[in-house]
């Protein structure tokens, strides 16, 4: 049925729409990985601690800088059919653990490359995809077998954690301070009952702001609303706050529909608008009546309102954004207000001090030293705006890699260490099958050495002499904890030296690599059909070309 087309005696059959194409067998194979390869080639030069940056520029001229293999490939705008599910492998990677995205996605690419040189041998791709999902499991025993606990005490490991994860990006340079802060704001929102540790990341707000340099970034005890006070009058700061939350407007409400009011004289006029200061009013006393002196507004507060408050020495700040709202809750322990009416003394919360402060310009709200609260905000500083952002991908990491270490309880050796000792496992459980299942399960360990291979290359030292020197060191010395340290260029214990990462950024990278290398050999026919406004469709690579429209330009 070559190109959409069946023969019946001597009739041609459309079964495709004009303008189809499709790939089938071999060259559809053969496009699909050549695609996900150029994916994992793409972001493979940023992984490690010597690994590159990447600058990225859209359709606007709008720049991103940066090594966080999910935000390269977002910002890539890929739009290959195999090639978007190694976006996703990274996606996937970023959403569950947070760091580890260049991994999984190098890892899924190495995994097709040497499929590739399986299928050159004949070998069917079933066959390599069964031989893959049990080297998967086997890795996932190894690397469980060769971790080891770690708890929310362990202030030492966790600072480590989150130093593995800041190192190779631009906020390598206050690696240590930001370290310290990270793992500070995970103590303060964790959630510890007995042994079990549950953190809602989200509880730790990330407020960026440039100026200054990454050093000058803090933690702060409660929640920084990026607002300022609605009325000159009111106190810039209040100590012993007493905060009020409030989900509706302070202000008197619209007339619905069609409705309208007639006013023919200028005593109902002036009635009207007494009437209107009235209400306005009876609002302001049921907020000094609840003893609030700081209030937070989802919606709108009246200019009267403002003044009024301001009169009775009440800080506010209006159209603050849900997320704020529910953080704020968490810090202060204040109840969120849908009807002033309801309001009482019972739904105040809390914060030794609430204070307006300008930040590189910008007026922002600070509320702080509250009594242990669940939420906390790390302000992050640097000299420019595509610094700051990067300082914030590189703090997401840190916070997520600690989280995720404390899910698990568990951290392994990073610099490559734990890649190799799966690597020697996998080939000696390759060693107890007979049939052709044993040069996969060989496949997926060698595709497992990219990783110190990769962090080799990108530190300009000779990955065959380092990988080498690693099997060394794992086969016969038996010293797990070995990797590659990029800076001295030695093969060191990774534990020693402090590089260690979470278990579950480990198990995901190859779960969900080796799950999307799987699902694409499986695949031996692509239609694509344009759509029927003639638009075009992605390009479908033959050959071993990047696979990619606009790959070249990265």
């Known amino acids: 049925m070559a190109n959409g087309f069946a023969q019946l005696g001597g009739q041609p059959i459309l079964i495709l729409p004009e303008g189809a194409l499709r790939s089938r067998g071999k060259d559809a194979q053969r496009s699909n990985i050549a695609a996900a390869k150029a994916v994992a080639d793409a972001v493979r030069t940023t992984l490690g601690p010597k690994g590159m940056d990447k600058m990225l520029v859209d359709t606007l001229g709008d720049v991103v800088i940066t090594n966080d293999g999910a935000t390269i490939l977002e910002e890539m705008h890929i739009e290959h059919p195999a090639a978007k599910m190694m976006v996703e492998v990274a996606k996937t990677q970023d959403k569950s653990v947070g760091d580890g995205t260049t991994t999984a996605a190098v890892l899924a690419g190495e995994l097709l490359k040497k499929a590739e040189d399986l299928l050159d041998q004949e070998i069917h791709p079933t066959v390599i995809t069964k031989g893959y999902r049990m080297a998967k499991t086997k890795a996932l025993e190894v690397l469980n077998a060769i971790s080891r606990k770690v708890d929310i005490n362990d202030e030492v490991s966790l600072e480590q954690i989150a130093n593995t994860a800041i190192t190779g990006k631009s906020a390598e340079k206050a690696s240590k301070e930001l370290a310290e802060i990270a793992v500070k704001a995970i103590k303060k929102i964790a959630d510890v009952k007995g042994t079990v540790v549950s953190i809602d990341v989200d509880n730790i707000k990330l407020e960026k702001k440039e100026g200054g340099s990454m050093n000058d970034s803090q933690l702060i005890n409660g929640v920084l609303i990026d607002k300022e006070i609605v009325h000159s009058a009111m106190p810039k700061k209040i100590e012993k706050a007493k905060i009020a939350l409030i989900d509706s407007a302070l202000e008197v409400k619209e007339l619905e529909g069609d409705t309208k009011i007639t006013i023919n004289s200028p005593e109902k006029m002036q009635a009207f608008i007494e009437q209107e200061e ?277």
């Open 278 to 554: 009235r209400m306005l009013r009876d609002m302001v006393d049921k907020v000094v009546k609840s003893g609030a002196n700081v209030i937070f507004c989802q919606k709108g507060i009246d200019d009267a309102a403002q003044h009024l408050m301001a009169k009775a020495g009440i800080m506010a700040a209006r159209r603050v954004k849900k997320s704020d709202m529910e953080a704020l809750a968490r810090a202060t322990g204040a109840g969120i207000v849908n009807n002033l009416n309801d309001l009482s003394k019972n739904d105040l919360g809390f914060a030794g001090r609430v204070e307006e402060r300008k930040i590189a310009g910008d007026q922002m709200i600070f509320v702080e030293e509250c009594h242990e609260p669940k939420a906390v905000t790390i302000l992050i500083r640097g000299g420019t705006e595509h610094v700051v952002d990067e300082v914030q991908r590189a703090m997401e990491d840190a916070v997520k890699g600690i989280a995720a270490a404390l899910e698990l309880g568990k951290i392994v050796a990073g610099g490559g260490a734990s890649e190799i000792e799966v690597a020697k496992e996998l080939r000696k459980y390759a060693e107890s099958f007979k049939g052709r299942e044993q040069l996969a399960i060989n496949a997926f360990a060698e595709a497992m050495e990219v990783i110190p291979r990769s962090l080799a290359e990108n530190a300009g030292l000779d990955p065959i002499d380092k990988l080498a020197n690693l099997r060394s060191q794992h086969d016969k010395k038996g010293n797990v904890t070995f990797g590659l340290d990029v800076f001295s260029g030695e093969v060191q214990d990774m534990v020693k030296l402090g590089v260690i990462e979470p278990l579950k950024i480990k198990t995901q990278a190859i779960k969900s690599a080796a799950e999307a290398a799987e699902m694409i050999l499986r695949i031996d026919d692509v239609i694509s059909v344009t759509s029927s406004g003639g638009g075009k469709m992605p390009s479908m690579p033959h050959g071993g070309g990047p696979g990619m429209g606009g790959m070249e330009d990265y």
